[in-house]
C-alpha cells in the first residue's frame, strides 16, 4: 500500500509520519505541505504531485479550508482520505470514527472518513463500553487541554513566556502560568465552537442523539496531553467495580485506579503512549447511578495521528481499500 500526508510539518502530520515508519504495511509514504523542501530525508510534494501518485490512502493534517477544497478530488480517484479537521465530521455521509468504538460501520464506498476532535475521542472510547453495558443518561465533562492543540505558534507562545521572552500572542491572553477558559470561537448561546464539537461529536459516535451531554472546554499551560473530568450518569444501576471491570476489559483503555498508592492518570504518563488512561472513579456522594472519571490522553496520538492510522489499517485489514 502507498499512503500520503497532507499537512506532513505540522505537529499531527509529523506525528503521523513518526508512527507510519514504525508499520511495515506502507510501501511508500508521500508527503506534501505548504513549506519545506524535505523532511525526514523525503522530498516535500505539492499536493497537485501527490495526486499523480499511486496513492490507495490519504491522511489530511492541514486544517479544513484544504480539507474541503482537496478531499473531495483525491476521493473522486477512488483514494480513501482520513481528515484530520472538523470540514467533514458533521456531514451527514461522511463516517466519524474512532476504530474501537464504531469502525464496524466503514462499508468500501466510504471515501471521506473524518478523524474526530482530539477531546472528543478519548471521552467516547471511556464512555462507548459504559453505554454498551449500563446505558447513557448524562454526561458532563471539563477538559484540561495542552497547548499543542493549537499548533506550533502556540506552542511558541508558551515557550517564549516561559523565558519572559516577548512574542505576538496566538492566544488572547497570556497562557504560561494561566489557565484560559477559551478554545475556538465564542458562539451565541455562550459555549464555544470547541465545546460543541465535543456535544455533537459524541452523539453522533456514539450513536445516541437522545443523550444529555454538555462541556466546557479549558486551555492549560502544558506542552501535551489533553486530561478531562468526566461525570456520566447512567441508565441502569451499577457500581464502582462493575465499572472497573468493564474498563479494565476495553481495548485501547488503560486503567490506572489505585488512590493509596497515589496511581492516577497524569499527562507524563500519558505522553507518546497510544492509549487511553483513566482512574479517580468514584461514585457521586449524592446521587443514586452518578459517577465521576478521570480520563488522559496524548492529543497528537490517540487524540490524532494515532487515531488516523488506525482508521488506515482497518480498511486495508477489513479489504475495505478497492
Known amino acids: 500500500m502507498n499512503i500520503g500526508i497532507i499537512g506532513a510539518t ?16 506502507y ?17 516535500i510534494l505539492r499536493i497537485e504531485e501527490l495526486l499523480e501518485k499511486d ?5 489530511f493534517a492541514a486544517g479544513s479550508e484544504v480539507a474541503l477544497k482537496w478531499a473531495p ?5 477512488n483514494i480513501k482520505v482520513i481528515d484530520n479537521s472538523s470540514a467533514w465530521r458533521m456531514s451527514k455521509n461522511v463516517k466519524l470514527v474512532v476504530p474501537e468504538v464504531n469502525a464496524d460501520i466503514l462499508k468500501k464506498d466510504d ?11 478519548q ?7 459504559l453505554q454498551l ?3 447513557l443518561k448524562r454526561v458532563l465533562v471539563s477538559t484540561y487541554q495542552s497547548v499543542s492543540g493549537s499548533g506550533k505558534d502556540a506552542l511558541n507562545q508558551l515557550e517564549k513566556e516561559s523565558k519572559n521572552e516577548e512574542i505576538k500572542k496566538y492566544y488572547p491572553h497570556k497562557i504560561h502560568d494561566n489557565i484560559i477558559p477559551h478554545i475556538d470561537v465564542f458562539l451565541d448561546n455562550g459555549y464555544t465552537k470547541e465545546e460543541i464539537k465535543i456535544i455533537n461529536e459524541t452523539k453522533k459516535i456514539l450513536s445516541n442523539k437522545k443523550l444529555l451531554i454538555s462541556a466546557t472546554a479549558v486551555r492549560v499551560p502544558i506542552t501535551k496531553c489533553h486530561s478531562e473530568s468526566v461525570m456520566v450518569e447512567l441508565q441502569n444501576d451499577s457500581t464502582k467495580n462493575e465499572i472497573l471491570k468493564i474498563l479494565q476489559k476495553s481495548e485501547g483503555v488503560i486503567v490506572a485506579n489505585n488512590d493509596k498508592l497515589n496511581n492516577y492518570p497524569m499527562p507524563i504518563l500519558a505522553s507518546d503512549k497510544d492509549d487511553v488512561f483513566v482512574g479517580r472513579i468514584r461514585e457521586d456522594v449524592n446521587f443514586k447511578n452518578v459517577f465521576h472519571l478521570w480520563v488522559v490522553s496524548d492529543n497528537l496520538r490517540k487524540g ?3 487515531n488516523t492510522v488506525q482508521i488506515a489499517d482497518y480498511l486495508i485489514d477489513n479489504n475495505l481499500i478497492f
Open 10 to 25: 505540522g505537529e499531527v502530520g509529523k506525528t503521523v509520519l513518526t508512527i507510519l515508519k514504525k508499520n511495515n504495511r
Open 73 to 77: 478530488v483525491f476521493a473522486k480517484k
Open 304 to 306: 490524532a495521528a494515532t
Open 111 to 121: 471515501f471521506i472518513i473524518a478523524n474526530p476532535n482530539c477531546s472528543t475521542i
Open 123 to 129: 471521552l467516547v472510547m471511556i464512555l462507548h463500553p
Open 55 to 59: 496513492l490507495q490512502i490519504v491522511i
Open 133 to 135: 453495558n449500563f446505558g
Open 27 to 43: 510501501k511508500n509514504i508521500y508527503l506534501s505541505a505548504s513549506k519545506t523542501t524535505s523532511i525526514k530525508n523525503k522530498n
